[in-house]
């Protein structure tokens, strides 16, 4: 099981882009589907974004055509891009395993706190 860190995030304006990085210290990541969720300012957590191990990609209706999800193998590293960035988006983003979020074992994450 993979030890995720997700880094990337901090404050931007609507409209404006991030990039996300999550990397597996176990160097696992690679072999898994990785999903991108957040959690909410209403507790909530979606599933934002998904990549499995052959490169499928699932979106989010709302982040369609705004966000990408992407995976260097060679950098042991998933990355999603977030384009024209809306409020709502303003969230803690966390990368996952489908069986780790089925566990709830999570990360620290790494907060898209807006723009105030």
């Known amino acids: 099981q993979g030890q995720f860190v997700e880094s990337g995030g901090g404050l931007v304006q609507p409209g404006g882009s991030l990039r996300l990085s999550c990397t597996d210290s176990r160097s696992t990541l690679t072999l898994y589907s990785i999903g991108w969720y957040r959690r909410t300012p209403g507790n909530q957590r979606e599933l934002v974004a998904r990549i499995t191990s052959s490169n499928s990609t699932y979106y989010r209706d709302d982040v369609k055509g705004r966000f990408t999800v992407s995976r260097d193998n060679a950098k042991n590293t998933v990355y999603l891009e977030m384009a024209n960035l809306k409020p709502e988006d303003t969230a803690v983003y966390y990368c996952?395993?489908?069986?780790?979020?089925?566990?709830?074992?999570w990360g620290q994450g790494t907060q898209v706190p807006g723009y105030s």
């Open positions: 996952n395993t489908d069986q780790g979020s089925n566990s709830n074992s």
